[in-house]
């Protein structure tokens, strides 16, 4: 889930979200568990999280040129100017629909080990942010939790990468390399949570209603 409630009003959507959430915490910490938020800020994300993702970009553009050298990219800018320009254009284009697509896999990813699978999911879209956003109301483990964040960069990100790579296509890993760095936030938060050591045997993850990133409930 992305944004921060602090700098938005939500909608009445969101605030039932909040208010579902409050009582499942509320029946959580009765239970004895203690919360853990393992939250970032949007800015934050779109700093750090870019870093994380070079050195994965950094990897397909080497093999690239391994196998292939640089002519593929040079008669790609030499072929045509006006068609070179209207494919970066197209590409650059294509993540809005993209972005909306990298959502719905997280959604499907994740509704796979939710206790009422797509029910359990929930898809929005928040205008100050002029972004989609996926919800997942129901407590997963970390593995399916970092299973649903990491699929969409590696299924438009990694795998468009190594497409781009056989066929030798630069415009095809330039989107590639578009939707590693669009997973960013992704890998960040998983990075996070890869790093967080829960002290208690038993752990809880649901997705934060309102911010990026995730709570830990654990005892």
């Not at 909040?18 to 800015?43: C, H, M, P, W």
Request: glycine share 8%; hydrophobic share 50%; charged share 15%.
């Amino acid at each position: 889930m992305s944004d921060n409630n602090n700098t938005r009003t939500l909608t009445e959507a969101e605030q039932k979200r909040v208010d579902a959430f409050n009582v499942t915490e509320e029946k959580l910490t009765g239970q004895g568990y203690v919360r853990k938020d393992l939250t970032i800020s949007v800015e934050k994300a779109n700093l750090v999280g870019p870093l994380l993702v070079l050195p994965i970009i950094a990897v397909v553009i080497v093999v690239f040129a391994l196998l292939h050298g640089v002519t593929p990219f040079v008669d790609f800018w030499k072929n045509s100017s006006i068609l070179t320009a209207v494919a970066v254009i197209l590409a650059s284009l294509s993540l809005v629909p993209l972005a909306v697509v990298h959502e719905g896999i997280h959604g499907v990813c994740w509704s796979i080990f939710a206790r009422n699978h797509m029910k359990d999911i929930e898809y929005g879209f928040i205008k100050e942010k002029i972004t989609p956003y996926c919800y997942c109301r129901s407590p997963l483990s970390k593995g399916a939790y970092i299973f649903g964040s990491m699929m969409p960069m590696t299924i438009l990100g990694l795998l468009v990468c190594i497409l781009g790579i056989i066929i030798a296509s630069p415009i095809t890993m330039f989107i590639g390399v578009l939707q590693l760095l669009g997973g960013s936030g992704d890998i960040l938060i998983t990075f996070m949570l890869l790093r967080y050591n829960a002290k208690g045997k038993d752990a809880i993850l649901m997705d934060h209603p309102t911010e990026c990133g995730l709570i830990v409930f654990e005892k």
